[in-house]
C-alpha cells in the first residue's frame, strides 16, 4: 500500500515537472533524465529510513542521491507535493527545512541554517513558492505561500504571503 501511493506521488510529480517546464516533450523524459527528479526519488527513500530511525542508511542513500544528482537534501527534511527542481546542480536543503506544496527550487540554492541555532535551524517554506536561482533562505525562519525569492537573494528574515523578494545592487560609473 505504502510502495504504490509511493509511486502515484512520483508519477504526480513527474507530471508537475514535465507540465513547469517548456523544454521538456513528456514524463518519460523527466524520469530518465531530469535530476530534480532523480534526487525526489532518493529523498522520498531517505525520508523514510530517517523516519524509521535508520540513520546511517538514510544518509548513506541521500549522500548517493547528491552523489548523483548534484542536490543534497537531508533525509530529515520535510518536502510537500509536487516540487520541481529545476537545474538542481549546487541546491542544498537542510535536516530540518520543511517546504510546502507546488513549489519550484533553481540551482544553486540554499535552504540552511546560521550556525546560532541548536534545534530548529532551518527554514519553513510555505505553498507555491519560487526560490531563485543561488537564493540563500538561512535559518529557522518562515516564507510565506505564493512568495518569489530572486535570485541571488539573501534571506534571514521571515517573509510574508504574496510577496516578491530581491537583492538589487545599484552600480554607478560602471564602464567609465
Not at 530534480?36 to 531517505?46: A, N, T, V
Not at 510537500?80 to 527545512?97: P, Q, S, W, Y
Request: net charge positive; charged share 20%; aromatic share 8%.
Amino acid at each position: 500500500m505504502i510502495f504504490i501511493k509511493a509511486l502515484k506521488d512520483l508519477y504526480e510529480d513527474a507530471k508537475n515537472i514535465k507540465e513547469k517546464d517548456p523544454a521538456c516533450k513528456n514524463v518519460l523524459e523527466v524520469m530518465i533524465l531530469y535530476p530534480g527528479f532523480h534526487i525526489l526519488i532518493f529523498h522520498k527513500l531517505s525520508n523514510f529510513l530517517y523516519r524509521h530511525k535508520l540513520f546511517f542508511i538514510a544518509r548513506l542513500n541521500s549522500q548517493l542521491g547528491r552523489f548523483f544528482t548534484g542536490i543534497e537534501i537531508h533525509p530529515g527534511a520535510k518536502i510537500g507535493k509536487r516540487l520541481f527542481i529545476d537545474h538542481g546542480m549546487g541546491i542544498v536543503i537542510g535536516e530540518t527545512a520543511t517546504i510546502g506544496d507546488d513549489c519550484t527550487i533553481y540551482h544553486n540554492s540554499t535552504l540552511g541554517g546560521t550556525g546560532k541555532d541548536k534545534y530548529k535551524r532551518h527554514p519553513d517554506i510555505g505553498n507555491n513558492v519560487m526560490v531563485g536561482c543561488g537564493a540563500k533562505i538561512l535559518g529557522p525562519i518562515k516564507i510565506g505561500n505564493n512568495v518569489k525569492v530572486g535570485a541571488n537573494s539573501i534571506v534571514l528574515k521571515n517573509i510574508p504571503d504574496n510577496v516578491t523578494v530581491v537583492k538589487c545592487n545599484r552600480m554607478t560609473n560602471w564602464g567609465r
